[in-house]
């Protein structure tokens, strides 16, 4: 079998410019073609996984089927590529050092000095081409967090330059991302901050082969030139990346300054087919030609940050394009949800999504956004604490047990109706700890989740601690909150339903992780399916006054 080959993206000039979406179009072109690809992403900071970051440093944090806490980058290779993502494809220098420190304090080393160079760097190495070990992926693509120059990203630098040595031109490249900006008092497109990003990484001893140039104007012949003259690359290997309308965009637009062909040129690798991309550009078209539009409000405490919620604002694009429907999002804050503010901030909504988060601040505002849902039967989705706060909110009002709580948020409430699993309770580090990864789930007969799924077990990705309290299960469902989810193995309850409401469900997992362009998720697709139902009612009524 053929030799995996190896991609780098590294990123100079500024942060944000996008480097895991240029990574994932690339991944998306070579896929269409037919070649096996997946990415994997090198983060530089010291936590061993972005499990222990608060959403406000790093925006959201991934979770794949293993279990394993990611980068949110993880979230765009898996909706573009359709193909799970492990822990394997995300390494941070926390996670090295700790290996490097594990092998040395067995010895391993024996009695040599441990250094950065070689023992990081071939750490480094190793975690990259574990991917490549088995020959499952032809291709794969490693994005180096961070921007050259930066002192921790100096070990990473070093490992792809001696990788590139050590496996040759025509299997490995290097792909180099930067800012091209335009300064209008000049009317201008300037050059030199990629010339000078360039060379830095030539100080590490990488030329680039290819550039990938972020503008928010289109690149002239002439800058063309230049950048390929002062950067080394051949012109054709000059990528302009213009500002997008939508992520989904990127790949279509790599495609036509033909990132995919010079890719494949470098790496000696057969250009014979065109990409095929008929079901990409199938939910574009669905995407862009919208037949209806909902409004649906995001209740969360983190929604001054976009990327908190990443997964979930993609998987309501999927689903919006499923139903051919525009679903405007309306990021509300909890903290300033209280009875006054209530009926102004959600009673104009199609849908209430309450969304996952983990600790006291915002969680009353969660409360009553739940009650007003289900009180005026507004279509309900409840995400992790969302559907803890939905158990939380029935106990208090429907069951009448005052003081009911989470004991997250109250340890000594009367009315644990969301608890610690016992398991949970012993243990001290928070690292990797909580329920994490694919779960099974079996669905009950008759309910929302089992015609939405179509399916009588499913699995889901989970991220908590805290669980839906058995105790409580009979009061409950006697009232009328039905658990229609349940784990097969240890009887935890994973989704609740109103059935008295149209459409209320809660669920303990969280679905948004595995929402995918070629395979939107059942229940964002029904939910949207719900509001745009919900919203005709609305307009039929206010008709009909
Ligand atoms: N804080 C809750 C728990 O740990 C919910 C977590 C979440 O929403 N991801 O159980």
Sequence with gaps: ???????????????????????????KLLQARGYKTTIQKLDPYINVDPGTLNPYEHGECYVTEDGAETDLDLGHYERFLNVNTSQANNVTTGRIYQSVIEKERRGEFLGKTVQVVPHITNEIKERIQLLGKNHEYDIVITEIGGTVGDIESLPYIEAVRQLKWELGDDNALVIHLTLVPFLSAAGELKTKPT?????????????????????EHELSDDIRRKLALFCNVKQEAVIQSIDASTIYDVPNMMLEEGLDTVTLKKLALPDDSSPNLTQWNEFLKRHKNPKHEVTIGLIGKYV??????????????????????KVNIESIHSEFINDTTIKNKISHLDGVLVAPGFGERGVEGKIDAVRFAREQKIPFLGICLGMQMAVIEFARNVLKLKNANSTEMDASTPHPVIDLMEEQKEITHLGGTMRLGSWKCELKE??????????????????HRYEYNNKYAEQLESQGMLSTGINPDTKLVEIVEVPEHPWFVGVQYHPEYKSTVASPHPLFVAFVKAAKEYSKQQKNATLAQ
Excluded: P, W
């Excluded at 190896?6 to 179009?25: D, H, R």
């Excluded at 001054?304 to 429907?325: M, P, R, T, W």
């Design 195 to 215: 010339q000078h990003s360039v060379k830095t990484l030539m100080e590490s001893g990488i030329k680039a082969d290819i550039l990938v140039c972020r503008t």
């Design 304 to 325: 001054e940050l976009q990327d908190s919620y990443k997964s979930i604002l993609e998987a309501f694009i999927h689903a919006g394009a499923a139903n051919e429907v």
């Design 446 to 463: 008759g309910s929302i989740a089992e015609e939405v799924y179509g399916n009588k077990t499913i699995s889901e990705r989970h991220r």
């Design 1 to 27: 079998m053929a030799e995996t080959k190896y991609i780098f993206v590294t990123g100079g000039v500024s942060s944000s410019l996008g480097k895991g979406i240029i990574a994932a179009s690339l991944a």
